[in-house]
C-alpha cells in the first residue's frame, strides 16, 4: 500500500486555509514573470563544481512524457501528512492529473520524487520554503518558477495557472528532469569520450536507493550495450503487476527497463577483477559509500581512481569535512542533498 499514515506537516500552515480545500472556483489566475535563474541548469551546476569540486545530481523520472487530462480539482487531495492510500500506480497518478496543482514538501532530504510524480503528471508542485535551499540541492528543478508559484498562491491564491505556465513547466520537465536527461548531464561533466562504462551498484537486487536506480536507468536508455552491469533486477525488466515488497510500490520505476528484459543477465564477468576494470572508460558506483569498499575490495588498490565516478543519493547533507575530502579526491563525485556553495 502506497500512502502515509496522517503525521501533522507543518508546511501546511504555510498556505491559507482556502487553497487546501478541493472545490474552489476558479477566482484569478497566476501572473508570472520569466526566471532567469532558472536557465541552464547544466552550466549552474558546473559552476557550483568548480567552486566546490563535487557535482550536484537531483532525483529524475523515468517518465519521458507529461501526461495531461482535463483539470477538475484546484489541489490534490492527497496532501502530504494527511492519510491516504493506493494500490495502483494509475490511480494514484490520475488524482494529480485531474488536479492544477499538489502539495508536496520536504523530506528527509529536499529533493523527493513527489516532486517529479506531480510535475510528470501534468500539475504544479507547491513546496514551501523552497525558496531557502541551497544551489546545489534539486539543481535542475525550475526552482524560480515554483518559488513565484508558491508566493503568488500564499498571498493571493487560489489563482489558476494559465497555459504558457503549464507549457512551460512540461517543456522545462522533459528537457531537465527525466532520467535520460540527468543521464546526458553526468556523461557530459564527466566528459565521456564514448568508451564502454560500467555500473555497479551491489545492493540493486535488495535495497532501492532512488538516486541510483534513476542513473541507472537513464544511462541504459542512453548507452544501451555501451553500458555493462551485473544481472538488472527483475523489477525493473518486469512488467508484472506485482509489486509486493518493492519501495514505494515499486511506483516510477517498475518495468522501466522492461525493453531490455532479454538482455538482463549479467554482462560482465564475476568477480570482477583489476583487468575486468581496465576494460572501461569509467565505473560508475550508484551507492558510493555502500559500493566502494567492496568495489575496492574487488578491483584491487592500484585501480584508477581518475576513472571512478561516485553517486551519492543520501537524505542528508554531507558534513563540510566529507565534502572537502571529496573535492580532493581523484574521484568525480555526484552529491544529491549538496550544502555547498
Known sequence: MRGEQGIANPHLAQLPRQLVRHDLPQVGKLRLSASHSDLAPVARAHELHASAGVFPISFSSPREIVETTSKTKFLSSTIPGEPYSYEDEDAYLDEYRRSSFALSTKKAGWDCFRHLEVVFSGAIPLIPGLESTPPGVMFAYPKGFLVQVFEAQATSGPLYPPEDAIA?????????????????????????????????????????????????????????????????????????????????????????????????????????????????????????????????????????????VGVVGDDYPESRGTLKRMAESDITFFVRELYAT
Open 168 to 308: 512551460y513547466l512540461k517543456t522545462y520537465a522533459e528537457s531537465h528532469l527525466t532520467a535520460t536527461a540527468m543521464a546526458r548531464y553526468l556523461l557530459e561533466s564527466i566528459s565521456y569520450e564514448g568508451g564502454d562504462i560500467l555500473f555497479l551498484d551491489f545492493d540493486l537486487h535488495f535495497w532501492t536507493d532512488y538516486q541510483s536506480i534513476f542513473t541507472l536507468i537513464g544511462l541504459k536508455r542512453l548507452l544501451g550495450p555501451k553500458l555493462h552491469t551485473g544481472p538488472l533486477p527483475q523489477y525493473l525488466t518486469s512488467l508484472d503487476s506485482s509489486t509486493s515488497g518493492l519501495y514505494g510500490l515499486g511506483f516510477g520505476y517498475r518495468g522501466a527497463l522492461h525493453e531490455h528484459a532479454n538482455t538482463s543477465g549479467s554482462d560482465v564477468a564475476w568477480p570482477i577483477t583489476p583487468d575486468i576494470v581496465d576494460g572501461f572508460e569509467r565505473v560508475i558506483l550508484g551507492q558510493f559509500f555502500r559500493d566502494f569498499p567492496r568495489f575496492r575490495a574487488l578491483a584491487g588498490d592500484l585501480v584508477d581512481l581518475s576513472r571512478v
